[in-house]
């Protein structure tokens, strides 16, 4: 094997969502030819048909030179496990690996074991999150169920399925409500898990040569759906969302700064005007992830470094786990200015903006909020 | 129609009762009824509480006051050395120690070790020779020995000691550590050099010599001490599980005489051994209980300034190893320190940082800084030991970021530690020890502890008055002060042991000044500290400790 890292895609989604349909589908592509799934079980939905072999081991060959797995104890001597299985010749070449999650999962710590662990950490790259939503029964899913709405606020592809029997309207305040809870990630429909792979491999963004265009995507995406949330916010079913809306707090210019009262997930950007001092920065990122993790779901920033302003850094966290910071080629757009939008948990904006402030030795007058959608696009 | 008044079990009247309670501070009865103070006045406030089944004690006029809190002990380790270790003088030669070696070996049961203290540490040459080991062998009866020098960085053992420990001369030096070796012969001599000492230690550890029952009476021996010198509330600054499940043992038994806070450490200290960090907290629910609160960590960030391990903004004195410009080193990085505050504060733990040195201090200011800043406010307490040298900007932002002094040990006058202090690090600095006025007048909360057995025995009343004078009360270092512009009143001194210490534990609702509710722990004086002279604080005698309204010390009582 060379040093290439295998990258990993973490398949979630609540229960009767359509995971393993997506996944079903995803398997027969080219574009999967060598992937490892590690699902839960073969269960209900069935692989049957496509496997070829199976054996005591809870492992199945596909006939695409796909290998699946269920989990056994743990993830990390599964993984470890088939790696050296795959070396060994015993099993095909491992080219991506797709884990499917349980539908009560945080999909979090799957992502923090492959980069923390030590002997996996070298094998193995995070190629992202995609989320299943069920479009008929997602809103209520949603309103009801923390892990769900975690799910979707940590993941780079929303997937609304089954919108082909949801009622179109309820499938617009879905879609609304997820821009809310995940603004940085894309959304797609799907119907009878027809997804094509391309939209879902290199979705997170850790290769700096696919980043420019995702980097300026979810930007203006996060402030559009603060935008929409402003404009729909009226539209919202639940009682708490008028409410949050009453004590918004202080100052007009909150637009793209959306909150929302369930079970304290809030949206919010920050645009730097000055440049920024990567080592300070690093270091209020590390402070940030160690004492906030466990609230912050998303962080992404777009970073205008003091000395070298020609290339932005993109930095990119989850909960305690920051990913190694790409460096661009250059800038995604004539905006040249630093971009952070963050998805956390009761996580004031104000200690946000008073920490970077403090501590990543930027001037509070430089950063701001940013205005509307048109500004930034 | 009124309630009938609750019937008090104890009365004490006629006293002159000092409070600590700033609405009242001065009382001359206290009624107490299942170990809280029901009544505090004069004697017509507790009256109406005395019952036919009331225990009524007059004070003859005598001072009492709220139990003394000590913020910073090392529980059990006093008690071990009293009840189950050979202990002689650091004057003593190589043949009287092994006289009494030898003395010791006939008494204890064989396969069980001789544990003993302290030998100076001016002996190491005469003791690293294949000669010394074979006479302590000799001395040994069979029995696996560890001596203690009285560094307490170094060990003496023999070869029983060293085979248990897997010790033979193939064995390569540990990390920071030596074996002794026969510089003529080569053979080891059991001498054990620093690290090295840790393995023996360990091994007596492992080996299960200190049971359950012994680790109980070791603890129960230094709470009686504690209790004799009115102490009625510690925190234990280096909880291990044994420490812990000793308190508890005496707590489920209703032997255990005094509330007690356990701080765990994050990371192995080098004097004890065991689980610690993660590990260690999560097993601190098995060991609460009433009266024991295992709400506490402790990090270790520097050293000591006589061993030029403490961490200091200026250089010490130039060294022949060190050379010129050593400032000593903290342990942990500010972010390492950041991720253990905040840690701790998921947890609900309040964490206690050792620093010696200023530039610990303030790496430690900087980093609860940090927590604050991230964290917002909180209701724990963090402390920082020993308080000791602070650069002047720091003095304010203990009460800025809410960070408790903890003063200890007693050594805030002329001291021999102070004399090494003057050695490393020049007269000048040396003597801008403890700027507790300045503290005092930043507000910051400033809490009393002994650190025993750093300093020998914990008696609080030696170190209020070195507090008050800044002078050592033995007589020692006569004619000198240290820092005398620093010095305290008694009244601020006595909430600092009292109040402060409480608030700084968590416990102020409970103790720390005499107020209805509050549980009744006070003691009895045998004079009055608020009216003597300073120089004779340290003379006060304590005649009887109430522990929950119930009497755990008096004087004269016989042992």
């Known amino acids: 094997m060379t040093a290439a890292r ?22 027969r592509q080219p574009a999967l030819d060598g992937t490892l799934a590690i699902i839960n079980e073969f269960g209900a939905v069935g692989l049957d048909h496509l496997l070829v072999e199976t054996s005591q081991e809870r492992f199945a060959l596909l006939d695409n030179g796909c290998i699946c797995c269920t989990v056994r104890d743990d993830l990390v001597a599964t993984l470890k496990d088939i790696v050296a299985r795959s070396n060994a010749g015993e099993l095909p070449e491992v080219k991506r690996v797709l884990i499917e999650t349980t539908g009560l999962a945080d999909p979090v710590p799957i992502l923090h074991t492959l980069i923390v662990d030590p002997d996996l950490s070298p094998l193995f790259a995070i190629d992202g999150v995609t989320v299943t939503v069920d479009a008929v029964n997602g809103l209520p899913t949603l309103a009801s169920h923390q892990e769900a709405m975690k799910q979707v606020a940590v993941a780079d592809r929303v997937l609304i399925t089954k919108a082909d029997i949801a009622d179109e309207k309820e499938t617009l305040r879905l879609e609304r409500r997820l821009a809310r809870l995940a603004p940085t990630a894309d959304r797609m429909l799907v119907a009878h898990g027809d997804i094509d792979a391309e939209k879902i491999l290199g979705a997170g ?52 700064a959306q909150e929302s009262a369930h079970a304290g997930i809030q949206s919010y950007a920050f645009v730097i005007d000055e440049p920024v001092e990567w080592a300070a920065f690093a270091q209020w990122l590390e402070y940030l992830t160690m004492l906030k993790g466990a ?31 790409a460096r661009l080629a250059a800038w995604p757009d004539d905006d040249r200015r630093t971009r952070i939008v963050f998805i956390v948990r009761d996580i004031p904006r104000e200690t946000v903006e008073r920490t970077l402030a403090r501590f990543a030795s930027i001037g509070a007058g430089s950063i701001s909020r940013p205005a509307r959608q048109e500004e930034l696009a | ?81 009293e009840l189950f270790e050979l202990r002689f003088s650091n004057l003593l030669r190589r043949d009287a120690i092994l006289k009494l070696v030898r003395e010791a070996a006939e008494k204890t049961p064989e396969g069980k070790w001789v544990i003993g203290a302290q030998w100076g540490s001016d002996l190491i040459s005469t003791l690293n020779t294949e000669e010394s080991l074979k006479a302590l062998d000799a001395a040994s009866l069979g029995r696996p020995v560890m001596l203690r020098d009285d560094t307490y960085h170094n060990r003496w053992v023999n070869t029983a000691a060293m085979k248990l420990a897997g010790i033979d001369k193939a064995n390569k030096d540990p990390d920071q550590g030596s074996f002794g070796r026969d510089p003529k012969t080569g053979a080891l001599t059991g001498v054990m050099i620093e690290a090295a000492a840790g393995l023996i230690e360990r091994t007596i550890v492992t080996s299960g010599h200190y049971s359950e029952e012994m680790d109980r009476a070791a603890m129960a021996r230094s709470i009686a001490t504690l209790n004799s010198y009115g102490v009625t509330a510690v925190l234990d600054a280096a909880a291990m599980q044994p420490v812990m499940a000793a308190l508890k043992g005496l707590d489920d ?48 960030l520097d050293g000591v300034p006589g061993a030029r391990t403490a961490a200091f903004h200026e250089p010490y004195t130039p060294d022949p190893i060190l050379g010129c410009c050593f400032r000593g080193t903290t342990l942990a990085t500010v972010p ?22 200023d530039a610990a201090v303030t790496q430690a200011l900087d980093a609860i800084d940090v927590v604050r800043s991230f964290n917002g406010p909180t209701a724990l307490t963090h402390h920082i ?67 025993w057995p750093v300093i020998p025995n914990p008696d609080p009343w030696n170190g209020m008055e070195g507090l008050v004078t800044r002078q050592n009360p033995s ?23 009292t109040i402060n210490s409480a608030r700084v534990m968590g416990w102020d609702k409970t103790i720390g000044s005499l107020e209805i509710g509050k549980s009744a722990d006070f003691i009895v004086l045998d004079r009055n500290v608020m009216e003597i002279a300073s120089d004779e604080i340290a003379d006060v005698n304590v005649l009887e400790t109430y522990f929950e309204g119930r009497l755990v010390f008096e004087r004269g009582a016989g042992a």
């Open chain 1, 295 to 325: 609230d912050l779901l998303r962080m992404k920033g777009l970073i205008h470094l003091s000395d070298d302003p020609a290339r932005p850094m993109v930095v990119h966290a989850v909960q305690s786990i920051v990913h190694p910071p």
């Open chain 1, 205 to 256: 963004g850790f290769h700096p040569e696919g980043l420019s265009a995702d980097v300026a995507l979810w930007f203006r995406e996060a402030a559009r759906a603060a935008d929409q949330a402003d404009a729909h916010g009226h539209d919202c079913d639940d009682p708490q969302c008028g409410h949050a809306h009453h004590h918004h707090h202080h100052d007009h210019a909150h637009d793209a």
């Open chain 1, 6 to 27: 295998i990258p990993v895609t973490v398949l979630t989604g609540f229960l009767g969502s359509g995971k393993t349909t997506v996944l079903n589908r995803l398997l």
């Open chain 2, 1 to 81: 129609m009124t309630e009938k008044p609750a019937t008090a079990d104890l009365i004490a009247k006629n006293g002159r009762i000092y409070t600590v309670d700033g609405n009242r501070s001065w009382a001359s009865a206290i009624a107490v009824r299942s170990g809280r103070i029901i009544a505090i006045g004069d004697e017509a406030a507790v009256a109406p509480h005395h019952g036919a089944e009331t225990k009524v004690v007059d004070l003859g006029g005598r001072m009492a006051m709220p139990g003394i809190v000590d913020v910073h002990t090392h529980l059990m380790m006093g008690g071990q050395a």
């Open chain 2, 336 to 357: 390492e320190l950041v991720r253990w505050v905040g840690r701790c504060e998921e947890l609900g733990l309040s964490v206690k940082i050792h620093c010696a040195g």
């Open chain 2, 475 to 497: 007589g020692d270092f006569a004619g000198e002060a240290l820092w005398p512009e620093q010095a305290l009143d008694i009244a601020t001194v006595i909430e600092i042991f």
């Open chain 2, 253 to 300: 038994r209703g032997q255990l005489t005094a509330w007690a806070a356990a701080a765990m450490p994050v990371t192995e200290p080098s004097f004890m051994f065991g689980i610690a960090g993660e590990e260690l907290f999560a097993t601190r629910e098995s060991y609460r209980s009433k009266h024991v609160k295992p709400d506490f960590t402790k990090v270790f």
């Open chain 2, 385 to 451: 030991a020993h308080a000791s040298y602070i650069a002047p900007g720091d003095i304010k932002r203990f009460a800025e970021l809410g960070v408790a002094a903890d003063l200890s040990p007693f050594i805030w006058y002329p001291t021999s530690f102070l004399e090494g202090h003057k050695q490393t690090m020049g007269v000048e600095r040396a003597t801008r020890f403890w700027p507790n006025k300045e503290l005092l007048a930043a507000g910051t909360l400033m809490a009393g502890g002994s650190d």
